[in-house]
């Protein structure tokens, strides 16, 4: 099962007001583990980005100035490869499904559902009702380190998201059990790798009185012995 967890920065809040996408971040999973493929890109908005973006992000006018706007076929056509038809997982999807849709339909593109999208935030507030659902929350709440995120940023926040999906959906065991469970069902049936047989066979550790006691207790038992159907 392959999904794609998503982040975006913005030069502000409302894609209908006129702020764009800045940054892109993709993280690939297939039962809900990275795979190590992932999608970046820096992107023009052709406008300024807010104050508040280069606050949280650290990019600025100028980090943008020479970088390929949305509709460039390096920036849309390469993100829309990478998402597929597979299910998105954003935090929040709401607002950067709202942003990818509006740079969409400026390019007269087809929008992306909303059933397309799974939001951890709503998962979240599921798996605690009450309790604190930010991303920085979450990975709190899983023991996950941000201690090294002094910024945010798109790729970083969907590495961090990613981790935080998997505690989300029951764990790394569950990970691995439906991984297992997926390779079994393909294949019919597990396999093993053949062990070689011993260059010279073990010398038996039953003494000869052991062995003939054994037998004659065998005896006793008659034909319904299994020792005598299967031995």
């Known amino acids: 099962m392959r999904e794609v967890v998503f982040d975006t920065e913005t030069t502000g809040l409302n894609p209908r007001e006129g702020d764009r996408i800045v940054e892109v971040g993709c993280i690939e999973l297939v039962n809900y583990l990275p795979t190590g493929r992932e999608f970046q890109i820096y992107i023009n908005p052709g406008r300024p980005v807010s104050d508040a973006t280069v606050r949280i992000t650290g ?83 899983f023991n996950i380190s941000i201690e090294g995120r002094v910024l945010h940023g798109a790729l970083l926040d969907a590495q961090l998201l990613a981790m935080a999906y998997l505690e989300l959906r029951g764990g790394r065991a569950r990970a691995f059990d439906f991984a297992n469970a997926s390779s079994v069902a393909m294949l019919g049936q597990a396999t093993y790798a053949q062990r070689k047989p011993r260059p010279v066979p073990l010398e038996s550790l039953v003494r000869p009185e052991e062995a003939q006691a054994h037998a004659a207790f065998i005896a006793q038992m008659g034909d319904a012995a299994v020792w005598k159907k299967f031995g």
């Open 59 to 141: 990019i600025t006018n100028e980090t943008l100035r020479d970088k390929k706007r949305f509709e460039h076929p390096d920036v849309v056509d390469k993100l829309m490869e990478f998402l597929g038809d597979d299910p998105i997982v954003a935090h929040n999807a709401e607002f950067d499904r709202g942003f990818l849709n509006y740079e969409l339909e400026l390019l007269g593109r087809p929008q992306l559902p909303k059933e397309r999208f799974i939001d951890t935030l709503v998962l979240a507030r599921e798996h605690r009702p009450g309790s604190p659902a930010s991303l920085d929350a979450v990975c709190k709440r």
